[in-house]
């Protein structure tokens, strides 16, 4: 009898736990059925753009170089007696120091006989300037005589006056010749070289010397093709910053002087000039800036109105990435005007307000629908 009731209860447990389960099972599903469509649509972060007002800025870099190198030379003769003690290489003078003196002796006794000659002639002249008066008072006592311009001495007296001057230039050539014999610094120097000394005879026109000039310093930049369409207007005395990147380091001030107007044929580059006012400072205080150092020089170039500055990572083929209203991406062919950094300025292809992609799914195609992120924060994207 048990058995029988086993045999019974179990089939229809088994029948009634199947349809139990089938229930849930069609509950389940209806369920699913109910469920909202998922958004498959690929999230991007946008920024408004806003143009703005760029100043360019320019950067070179050249070496320092003196404005002038003047090889000097003495102008008289003589023995060298004496010396500036900044006289030697690595020396520093200042314009009208004198850098070394030639015996003079000779030279003063030049100008004494100069002077002499001077008086002599100048007394030649006031005797024949006497002769030609009497010539004339005695012209006038016999106005019926016939008279000769050598009878009123003129020939005497245009002789005298010429030889008044000729020693006057000769006091002059010996007066010259005793100033020359202490030899002055035509400007603030370096002194390059020294190739004199005391007791030493030096011949007029021996080169005894080197200078640089040291009031004012120049740099030569090279300026590429692309950076020459942002030079300022005018170019001359634009200011610079010129700076020193090392151990010592430091900026000056300077200003460009002149562009050497011509296009180098190897690089095709142009070049301007810059110059800096006392460069070894002695007039004023700071870092030297010597002579073949090697330096960055940067000015403000022209100023761009109305362009986008935008990361170049965010730039890929001339092509940005757009977000329209309609929440689609779009391609944007742009023109990069310039280059400056991690950075890209872009005059055509964008509009203010237009919504930039800045983070775009794996594979974007023009049209593809895409949600905005909840926050699009970039700050410095312009």
Same mark, same amino acid.
């Given at each position: 009898?048990?058995?029988?009731?086993?045999?019974?209860?179990?089939?229809?447990?088994?029948?009634?736990?199947?349809?139990?389960?089938?229930?849930?099972?069609?509950?389940?599903?209806a369920d699913d059925g109910d469920k909202k469509p998922v958004d498959t649509r690929p999230t991007v972060s946008v920024k408004a753009l806003k143009a703005v007002e760029h100043q360019v800025v320019l950067t070179s870099f050249g070496e320092v170089k003196p404005l002038e190198t003047t090889r000097l030379a003495a102008q008289v003769s003589g023995e060298v007696i004496s010396w500036h003690k900044n006289f030697v290489a690595g020396g520093l003078v200042k314009r009208g120091e004198v850098l070394f003196t030639i015996e003079k002796?000779?030279?003063?006794?030049?100008?004494?006989?100069?002077?002499?000659?001077?008086?002599?002639?100048?007394a030649v002249l006031i005797e024949e300037q006497a002769k030609a008066q009497v010539a004339e008072d005695e012209a006038k006592r016999f106005p019926n005589k016939p008279r000769t311009d050598l009878f009123l001495r003129k020939p005497q007296v245009l002789s005298a006056q010429a030889q008044v001057k000729s020693a006057q230039a000769a006091l002059m050539r010996a007066q010259r010749d005793l100033e020359d014999c202490a030899v002055k610094a035509p400007y603030d120097a370096l002194i390059i070289s020294r190739e004199i000394g005391v007791g030493q005879f030096v011949n007029k026109g021996t080169q005894v010397a080197q200078l640089n000039n040291i009031e004012t310093a120049e740099i030569i930049l090279p300026i590429a093709g692309f950076d020459s369409l942002f030079l300022p207007t005018p170019l001359a005395e634009t200011p610079v910053n010129i700076s020193y990147k090392g151990i010592n380091s430091f900026v000056r001030?300077?200003?460009?002087?002149?562009?050497?107007?011509?296009?180098?044929?190897?690089?095709?580059?142009?070049?301007? !000039? /810059?110059?800096?006012?006392?460069?070894?400072?002695? *007039?004023?205080?700071?870092?030297?800036?010597?002579? @073949?150092? +090697?330096?960055?020089?940067?000015?403000?170039?022209?100023?761009?109105?109305e362009v986008f500055k935008l990361p170049?990572?965010?730039?890929?083929?001339?092509?940005?990435? !757009? /977000?329209?209203?309609?929440?689609?991406?779009?391609? *944007?062919?742009?023109n990069v005007l310039r280059s400056e @950094?991690? +950075?890209?300025?872009?005059?055509?292809?964008?509009?203010?307000?237009?919504?930039?992609?800045?983070?775009?799914?794996?594979?974007?195609?023009?049209?593809?629908?895409?949600?905005?992120?909840?926050?699009?924060?970039?700050?410095?994207?312009?």
């Open positions: 009898m048990k058995a029988l009731l086993v045999k019974i209860f179990i089939p229809i447990g088994i029948i009634i736990f199947g349809m139990v389960g089938f229930s849930l099972i069609k509950a389940s599903a002796d000779n030279y003063l006794a030049a100008l004494l006989q100069a002077e002499a000659a001077l008086t002599s002639a100048q001030q300077g200003k460009i002087s002149r562009d050497l107007g011509v296009i180098d044929s190897a690089t095709r580059m142009s070049h301007i !000039v /810059v110059q800096v006012d006392d460069p070894y400072n002695l *007039k004023s205080s700071g870092s030297d800036l010597k002579f @073949g150092k +090697y330096v960055e020089v940067s000015f403000a170039g022209k100023q761009l109105s170049q990572e965010l730039v890929n083929n001339r092509t940005v990435w !757009v /977000v329209d209203n309609e929440q689609k991406l779009q391609a *944007k062919e742009v @950094g991690a +950075y890209f300025l872009i005059d055509k292809g964008l509009a203010n307000d237009e919504q930039l992609v800045l983070t775009l799914p794996e594979y974007p195609q023009v049209g593809m629908e895409v949600k905005l992120a909840a926050s699009n924060a970039s700050d410095g994207l312009k």
